[in-house]
């Protein structure tokens, strides 16, 4: 960019330097995108729990609008590898050595898309695991409160369930 200010102002004296200089003051900013699709505040609760190399999540994604979605898909990553066979509920899929993904489902107004249950096989036994849960797709919606969608877990091999 500033080689083709440089060569704008070639010809005239001084407007080579002060274009130089203004591309360096004035910061570039990004255009702010614009969404087409709907808006949509999508939750996650649910419980994690860790027995040897066993882990158990349960969730269940929430939809507060303000406009029903018709699918969107969560991803949950550990901080641990899973193990290379896995059987995984309908709708989710392997996306990684430590990822899973599912789909949710429809998420109406105000309401809840299916329960997911995930029973995970580790590679190997682990004192603790770091369980992310966030949403990967939303179908294109716009979701202004990204809080209630992107949790952490901290699950300890003890069986106990943890909740987010």
Known sequence: MVAGL???????PGSAQASAQASVQAPV?????????????????????????????????ENDGPA??????????????????QELAEGCARAGLREVVCETGPLPLHGRGRHIGLLLELRDRE????????????????????????HVVLALDTGDAYAF
């Open 29 to 61: 900013r990004a255009p702010v995108p614009e969404w087409d699709g709907p808006e949509a505040d999508v939750a996650y609760h649910g419980r994690v729990a860790l027995s040897g190399t066993r882990l158990r999540i349960w969730l269940v994604p």
């Open 6 to 12: 440089l060569a704008l102002g070639a010809g005239v």
């Open 68 to 85: 029903a979605l018709p699918n969107a898909t969560v991803r949950v990553r550990l901080s641990a590898e899973l193990a290379d066979r």
């Open 127 to 150: 004192p603790e695991v770091a369980v992310r849960v966030d949403t990967w797709w939303n179908g294109g919606a716009t979701d202004r409160n990204r809080t209630n969608n992107e």
